[in-house]
């Protein structure tokens, strides 16, 4: 929040904007009441929403304000007003020690009483478990008197987050939260001053801030950083492989340098008091005086020769050129924002690899926006002004520029670009689906993949086909652009589970075209490898898979290489990894593990938790249905590559495999009697309708391709079902079972889990809100006026078992109205209560009393991303 000159927060008046950075605004004000200057350290909204933040970050700021020393900028208190908190800092004239080094080198004898200060300040800090852990020369400031005074110190801690991740990202960096969070699988500080620890997601100490004052003492002396790097990316990878350059570094600290830039934390200096015995060994060793004690310093060492010695060395050690080093490959761990969900779409990777765009649901306010994640970013940020976005967006050729869809899924959507770093969302065009990613020949030129269509191509403000679907196609999507501008890749799909990537031209393509690539695989990236090779990257069964393409001749080899696991799915399709790509090499994309996982909980009216049914189960979203007496209930589990369905006794407990194969299944509707299973599966292509006895064994019945079932008649003459955007009535689905006919509605939208209400009059279904539609079972076609059930957005519709009450789900509430079906009247929706943040589906027992839902573990966390940095040059090594 930006604060004017002359704002008041308490008895703090504002002056002027001081700074501005990851860790918040930083103003000078007036403090009224004591009449002095003080530097006002405000919260980044992310953390200003949250209170439990915030209550942790005052308990955090309250034990840094015991820490009394001259060289630590003091904290004078914690400012809470009109919703703006901030950080009451002691002011603190003077340059930074970034501004200092940005001159050139500092000489030896500023530069050790430079450290020396820093040093203490640490050594005070630790003295009380203190960690600063983002020691950087931008967080030092020097007076005009030359006292050092270290900033920030200890806030990386207080801005840790409550709750870490539940999952081992040992090993691997995340550039999550540099500077704020910490523990295992979070980096902080900025990358150049990390420690190897730091730069692996492991925990940080003391030693990681003995680890940072090396570095700084290092670039003070040198002018240059001890590791370095064009980007993030490089200069992490140097501080875990390269060693500094120690002939530039004076033979007198040299030894004490090396000390404190050990990589291994075992061998490195673990207490900041014993760098002055170091400092006096060095300066033993190399001017042959008597040992200085401990605490002292060398400032009379500094004579003519030892520094002619240390000039000579120097300018040698300028005229070595270092052989290039080669990049190498780094994995980082990019958290999920706290207090969201992810959307059903995949995550997607800036052109220059910089960048993750992704979709996310605030569990608070139930909005869903995209959201942006920089390499070198605190956090991510949703983007203002792309509120209900859906499916996956796509950038521009600038990395600047985002496209994402707006609607509802399955139904034509707007699709509107917006700059990441502000202004208005702007509308592009009206497309008859859902935006399935895309890319961009110019400004103007979108390439698109929509559901239920073939690639769209939008040019000169007209929408047109630039490939055709066969017979069979349900769609194509995911298309991607390769380097010669002119071909790219894309999906053909057939059902689920039945995709296939294929190579085909923008222009007039010759026969050869398209050419299939891969069958059995599905949302593609491309990778450029120079010199007319690349990589077609993608995922199956958990496994990252790169499979070489030659860019000149169109064709793939005939195996993919494993380059990494652990890919996540779709929460619906684990047939739909949630993986991306950019040209320029970097991969993305969204773990799995034991985060998907949840359990079936039963709650009452009031949302109060009544009973765990079973233990945690990687379950599927769109499975879950309770028999008509409300004692059994059908799941689907994830299995790998597919999704079985299972059937759970309720009241005795136990469950039973109910449908096992090598696809996926989903989508279970009960008979009246509970004698059969309706359900969708993808077992043969294209997916289709199958129909299951639970009192006869043997196979299951084909009955209609390519739907849904949503729901059964109770006088077992009617089957509702979904295609596309379309409502169809299967009649008489046990003995004529392909009487499949479409159902007329009044509006052009999709029409979503429509249900039957027990007397059979009236069918409830969600597209955008709620809405009834009468059902004439003799004139089943018959078009009908539709009469709106919700007043602020709904879907999911569940009839109570008497007809008289209906519920829905609206963001995360359960809402009820009272329905009178003969009238019909409509009562006033009253919201019964708030699901639990990271629930799948639910279901309501006939008496409306009790609620199975399937609800997170624990506290919800979302799967975290890994981000993929330098991978081919592993492949280059086996």
Not at 136 to 154: E, S
Not at 165 to 190: E, F
Request: with cysteine; glycine share 8%; hydrophobic share 40%.
């Amino acid at each position: 929040m930006a604060l004017a000159p002359g704002a008041r927060l308490g008895v703090y008046e504002v002056v002027s904007l001081m700074g501005e950075g990851g860790m918040g605004q930083v103003y000078r004000a007036k403090d009224t009441r004591l009449k002095r200057d003080v530097a006002l350290k405000i919260l980044p909204d992310a953390f200003a929403a949250d209170p439990d933040r915030v209550a942790r970050f005052q308990r955090e700021a309250e034990l840094l304000a015991t820490l009394n020393h001259p060289n630590i900028a003091a904290i004078y208190g914690f400012e809470d007003a009109d919703g703006v908190h901030a950080l009451v800092l002691e002011l603190v004239e003077g340059p930074t020690l970034a501004d200092r080094i940005a001159k050139g080198p500092i000489p030896l004898d500023d530069a050790l009483p430079i450290t020396k200060q820093i040093a203490e300040a640490l050594e005070a800090a630790h003295e009380q478990g203190i960690v600063h852990r983002d020691l950087k020369p931008a967080n030092i400031k020097i007076r005009d008197d030359g006292t050092v005074k270290v900033l920030d110190f200890g806030l990386a801690k207080a801005l840790e987050p409550l709750s870490a991740l539940r999952v081992d990202l040992a090993n691997s960096p995340t550039i999550t939260s540099p500077a704020m969070m910490t523990g295992v699988g979070m980096i902080l500080g900025t990358a150049a001053y990390m420690s190897p620890e730091q730069a692996r997601g492991r925990a940080a100490d003391r030693r990681t801030d003995i680890w940072a004052l090396g570095c700084i003492f290092y670039e003070m002396l040198t002018g240059d950083r001890a590791f370095r790097g064009d980007d993030i990316t490089e200069t992490l990878a140097s501080i875990i492989r390269d060693e500094p350059n120690w002939a530039r570094v004076p033979v007198l600290v040299r030894r004490a340098l090396q000390a404190c830039l050990d990589k291994n934390p075992k061998r490195r200096l673990r207490d900041i008091g014993d760098l002055w015995h170091l400092f006096d060994q060095d300066a033993t060793a190399t001017a042959s005086v008597q040992p200085i004690r401990s605490g002292a310093w060398v400032w009379s060492i500094l004579a003519g020769v030892v520094a002619s010695l240390i000039a000579a060395a120097t300018t040698l050690a300028l005229m070595r050129k270092p052989a290039p080093a080669k990049p190498q490959p780094l994995r980082f761990h990019v958290a999920f924002p706290p207090n969201a969900t992810p959307g059903r779409a995949s995550p997607t990777l800036s052109p220059d690899g910089q960048r993750l765009a992704f979709l996310a649901t605030d569990n608070r306010t139930a909005q869903t926006r995209v959201w942006i994640h920089e390499l070198d970013a605190l956090e991510s940020r949703p983007l203002a002004g792309t509120e209900d976005a859906i499916g996956t967006p796509f950038w521009l050729a600038d990395s600047q520029t985002i496209v994402f869809g707006v609607g509802q899924y399955r139904q034509p959507n707007t699709l509107k670009k917006i700059d990441i770093d502000g202004g208005p969302a702007l509308s592009v065009t009206q497309v008859p689906g859902t935006l399935e990613r895309g890319f961009s020949t110019s400004d103007s030129t979108f390439v698109l993949g929509v559901t239920s269509q073939p690639i769209l191509r939008f040019s000169g403000g007209v929408l047109t086909r630039l490939t055709t679907l066969d017979p069979g196609e349900t769609h194509h999507a995911f298309p991607a652009l390769l380097p010669d501008g002119v071909h790219f890749i894309y999906v053909r799909s057939r059902g689920v589970n039945d995709d296939a990537i294929y190579v085909n031209a923008l222009n007039d393509a010759p026969n050869t075209l398209p050419r299939l690539l891969r069958k059995s695989a599905t949302n593609p990236a491309y990778v450029s490898g120079g010199e007319g090779r690349g990589f077609v990257v993608f995922a199956r069964e958990g496994a990252l898979l790169a499979l070489p393409f030659d860019e000149r001749r169109l064709k793939a080899a005939d195996e993919p290489i494993v380059i990494g696991q652990g890919v996540g799915a779709g929460v619906n399709d684990p047939n739909i990894p949630l993986v991306t790509g950019s040209a320029t090499g970097p991969i993305a994309y969204e773990e799995t593990g034991e985060l998907n996982y949840r359990q079936l909980k039963w709650f009452d009216r009031g949302g109060t938790v009544t009973r765990v049914v079973d233990a945690p189960t990687n379950y599927i979203t769109s499975a879950l249905r309770l028999s008509p007496s409300g004692t059994r209930a059908i799941v689907g589990v994830r299995a790998g590559s597919t999704a079985e369905l299972w059937l759970i006794d309720l009241e005795r407990g136990g469950r039973t495999k109910l449908v096992s194969n090598t696809a996926t299944n989903w989508a279970p509707i009960w008979s009246p009697d509970s004698s059969s299973v309706i359900y969708t599966s993808s077992v043969k292509s294209p997916a289709a309708l199958y129909r299951k006895s639970l009192d006869v064994a043997g196979s299951d019945e084909r009955l209609v391709d390519g739907v849904n079932a949503s729901d059964w008649s109770r006088d077992g003459r009617f089957v509702l079902f979904q295609f596309g955007n379309d409502l169809g009535l299967l009649q008489d689905p046990i003995r004529n079972s392909r009487s499949a006919v479409p159902l007329s509605h009044s509006n052009e939208t999709s029409v979503g889990f429509p249900t039957f209400s027990p007397d059979g009059r009236w069918i409830a279904y969600g597209s955008g809100d709620v809405y009834l539609r009468a059902f004439d079972p003799d004139a089943p076609r018959r078009p009908v006026a539709d009469i709106a059930v919700s007043t602020n957005g709904g879907s999911f519709p569940r009839w109570r078992g008497d007809g008289k009450e209906l519920f829905y789900q609206a963001g995360r509430q359960i809402v009820s109205v009272t329905v009178d079906t003969s009238v019909p009247k409509l009562g006033k929706p009253q919201t019964l209560f708030e699901l639990p943040p990271g629930s799948f589906s639910w279901d309501v027992t006939p008496d409306g009393q009790r609620f199975l839902v399937l609800a997170p573990v624990g506290d919800f966390a979302s799967p975290p991303f890994t981000w993929l940095l330098n991978w081919q040059t592993a492949l280059k090594k086996k």
